[in-house]
């Protein structure tokens, strides 16, 4: 076997080792590149129409402007009842009554989205007068009536127009309010619900 000399074996060594490198390198380039990664996006469309909806807070639907006449009348007794005095106010209210669904109070569990069918149905809460105020620009007294013997009563016109507030919210159910803001709610809120890209919106109600 022939011999190397010692400078002949050190430079054989180091070609050994560049070509154990070469082949290391070459060996770890061949593995195929790790793919990214990929995420799998889940569309949960409840949360975002619950919030959607909600957002529009107290829906003011629907608005009835209305008027009355009220006649408050304080009838008093002197003299062991022996006499009878009256203090009257004639108040002549202008007002308006505001009803509609407060969608503030709306539940997860109040939508419910088919996302293959692309059908949202909405439970809302039932419709409620929001609040009746007079119009104090027009609400005036238009007459004020005391008996001699009367006293006046010096907080008449302030029941009186408390008593208007009343009677124009009671004259605002009887022509059918709540259900001129349910119908009002549910053009709103299903127009919204459409305009999220959903076909079909039904709406329920508590």
Do not use: C
């Not at 002949?8 to 080792?17: D, E, H, N, R, S």
């Not at 009554?97 to 909405?122: F, K, N, W, Y």
């Not at 005036?140 to 009677?167: C, F, I, N, P």
């Amino acid at each position: 076997m022939a011999k190397l000399l010692p400078g002949a074996a050190g430079a054989l060594l180091i070609v050994a080792a560049s070509v154990a490198a070469s082949v290391a390198t070459t060996a770890y380039t061949a593995r195929p590149a790790p793919s990214a990664s990929t995420a799998t996006t889940v569309v949960r469309p409840t949360p975002n129409v619950l919030r959607s909806v909600q957002e529009l807070a107290r829906l003011e639907s629907v608005t009835f402007h209305m008027e009355r006449v009220i006649d408050l009348r304080e009838e008093q007794e002197h003299a062991f009842g022996l006499v009878h005095a009256e203090d009257s106010i004639l108040l002549v209210a202008v007002g308006e009554v505001i009803a509609g669904v407060d969608l503030a109070s709306l539940r997860p569990e109040d939508v419910h989205v088919d996302r293959a069918s692309r059908q949202v149905t909405l439970t809302l809460p039932a419709p409620q007068i929001f609040h009746a105020r007079l119009d104090s620009e027009h609400t005036h007294v238009h007459s004020r009536s005391t008996d001699l013997l009367a006293r006046r009563a010096e907080g008449l016109e302030s029941r009186a127009r408390l008593e208007a507030e009343r009677s124009i919210t009671r004259g605002a159910l009887e022509s059918g309010i709540l259900e001129r803001a349910k119908t009002s709610a549910a053009h709103t809120v299903g127009s919204l619900v459409r305009g999220l890209g959903f076909g079909s919106v039904e709406i329920r109600w508590r």
